[in-house]
C-alpha cells in the first residue's frame, strides 16, 4: 500500500511521526512519502 504522511501541527522531525509512526509504516511493508 501506498501511504502519503502530511502534518501540519507537528514539527516534521517530531520523533512521534518520523521514527515510530514511519518505521512502523515501512516495518509493515508499505510504500511511504512524508511531506
Do not use: F, K, S, W
Not at 8 to 27: G, S, T
Amino acid at each position: 500500500m501506498r501511504v502519503l504522511v502530511v502534518t501540519v501541527v507537528h514539527n516534521p522531525r517530531d520523533a512521534r511521526i518520523r521514527y515510530r509512526q514511519i518505521r512502523a509504516l515501512l516495518e509493515a511493508g508499505h510504500e511511504v512519502t512524508y511531506i
